[in-house]
């Protein structure tokens, strides 16, 4: 016990204190205040971030992607700049982090590579929410777009989830990108009809249809002389709204006002012309006969 006591005694606390409790204990001080003061500079550098991505007018998916991976970045910084003012080692932890990185980068190639073409998409819009498309093999309406993929409903109200990476590799055709369309219709009258007659009535047809745009002007006129008919090209233009409900209607009136006035629509026939030299085949009791 004696011994003990004179060990305890003889301890130099001095030492203790200035060579291990205030260094670690200011280690430990300069970590918290970086870490706090680094969470405080973080989040500054995201809100002036947001605010700028703001006043781009990207997609608000797309501003809170970024701000997100922003964030997660800055705090990884802070940290490890903590654990290094600790003493601890950030060398090995960067190289694992890297190393981690690199693995799931290889894992995640295709989800990567629609990632990039979502924030290319929401960057540069092609399309938008609503907007009718031909994308990717596939017709529809955007319902939204997505980090990697885009959500669509084809006219049949299916809905497609499309992934970004064929959509933006591939040709878009947007068809609600502008505000009017133009309707091409090819309708075939017979050789013996009158084509004045046939483009008057074209013409009377479009013009009384209100949806039917005045300019640019609707062009009717012979297309070609095809095998069986006369084509003649109908091109009204319309609302891009009313592109359907108006071609249809006017290939249903331009049906019916042909038949009350006598204008015909050929289809593809074949006429077969017999000379009248053609014998039938004599039949077996014919040829016995002969042979009595």
Not at 180 to 202: C, E, F, P, S
Not at 226 to 252: H, I
Request: glycine share 6%; with cysteine.
């Amino acid at each position: 016990m004696t011994e003990l006591t004179d060990k305890v005694r003889d301890f130099d606390y001095q030492a203790l204190l200035h060579d291990f409790i205030i260094p670690w204990a200011t280690n430990i001080i300069f970590a918290l205040l970086i870490f706090f003061i680094g969470r405080m500079i973080k989040n500054w550098v995201v809100k002036l971030t947001r605010a700028a991505l703001k006043r781009g007018k990207l997609e608000p998916m797309l501003i809170n992607f970024v701000v997100s991976i922003l964030s997660w970045a800055l705090l990884l910084v802070v940290l490890v700049a903590a654990l290094d003012q600790l003493g601890v080692d950030t060398t090995s932890l960067i190289a694992l982090l890297g190393a981690a990185g690199i693995a799931v980068g290889l894992a995640l190639k295709d989800s990567l590579q629609n990632f990039a073409a979502g924030v290319m998409l929401l960057v540069f819009k092609p399309f938008r929410e609503g907007d009718f498309i031909e994308a990717a093999g596939i017709k529809g309406v955007v319902e939204e777009i997505r980090i990697f993929y885009t959500l669509m409903h084809t006219p049949e109200n299916i809905e497609m989830t499309v992934p970004n990476g064929d959509i933006f590799n591939g040709v878009i055709t947007n068809y609600s990108a502008k505000d009017t369309r133009r309707i091409d219709l090819v309708i075939g009258i017979g050789y013996d009809d009158d084509i004045q007659k046939a483009k008057d009535i074209l013409t009377r047809l479009v013009t009384e249809d209100e949806r039917v745009l005045k300019d640019p002007e609707p062009f009717i006129a012979v297309g070609e002389l095809g095998a069986s008919s006369v084509d003649l090209l109908v091109r009204p233009w319309t609302k891009s709204s009313d592109f359907w409900a108006t071609k249809c209607d006017l290939t249903e009136r331009i049906k019916l006002a042909f038949d009350a006035e006598g204008v015909s629509i050929p289809y593809p026939q074949t006429d077969v012309h017999l000379d009248g030299k053609l014998k039938t085949p004599e039949s077996p009791t014919d040829e016995k006969a002969k042979a009595a």
